[in-house]
C-alpha cells in the first residue's frame, strides 16, 4: 500500500553536501511516522534521523546531530535528508522508511520498528 523511493545519493568530498530525497505513495506523510536509516559494508543498519507524523519531533544519530536535518514537503509528499559538513565516515547505503498507526509527537530510531522500505541510495564521501 505505502512505496518509498529514495533518490539524490551520489559522490561528495569530505566537507560538503548532499540533500536526499524520499517520495512517498499512497499514504500522505500526515499519516506516516518517516525515517532515514543508512548501512555500510560489514556494518548493522543504522537509524540516522526521523521525523513524526505531525512534522513536529525530529531525532538524530549522534554522529550525525548538528550536520544533518530532516524535512519534508507534505504537498509534494516527499522526505528530505540534507547532509552538510560530510565525512568519509557517512559513506553507507541510505534508505528511507515508513511506518503507520504510529502516534504523532515521537518518532523511533530502531529499524524493526518499520515496515515501508525504500531499494536505497548510495552515498560516498572521498578525504
Known amino acids: 500500500q505505502v512505496q518509498v523511493v529514495e533518490s539524490g545519493g551520489g559522490l561528495a568530498q569530505a566537507g560538503g553536501s548532499l540533500r536526499l530525497s524520499c517520495t512517498v505513495s499512497g499514504l500522505s506523510l500526515d499519516e506516516l511516522t518517516m525515517g532515514w536509516f543508512r548501512q555500510a559494508p560489514g556494518k548493522e543498519r543504522e537509524g540516522v534521523s526521523c521525523?513524526?507524523?505531525?512534522?513536529?519531533?525530529?531525532r538524530y544519530a549522534d554522529s550525525v546531530n548538528g550536520r544533518f536535518t530532516i524535512s519534508r514537503d507534505v504537498a509534494k509528499n516527499t522526505l528530505y535528508l540534507q547532509m552538510d559538513s560530510l565525512k568519509p565516515e557517512d559513506t553507507a547505503m541510505y534508505f528511507c522508511?515508513?511506518?503507520?498507526?504510529?502516534?504523532?509527537?515521537?518518532?523511533?530510531?530502531?529499524?524493526?520498528?518499520?515496515?515501508?522500505w525504500g531499494q536505497g541510495t548510495q552515498v560516498t564521501v572521498s578525504s
Open positions: 521525523l513524526d507524523r505531525r512534522g513536529q519531533s525530529t
Open positions: 522508511a515508513a511506518q503507520k498507526n504510529l502516534g504523532g509527537g515521537w518518532c523511533v530510531l530502531g529499524p524493526f520498528e518499520y515496515d515501508n
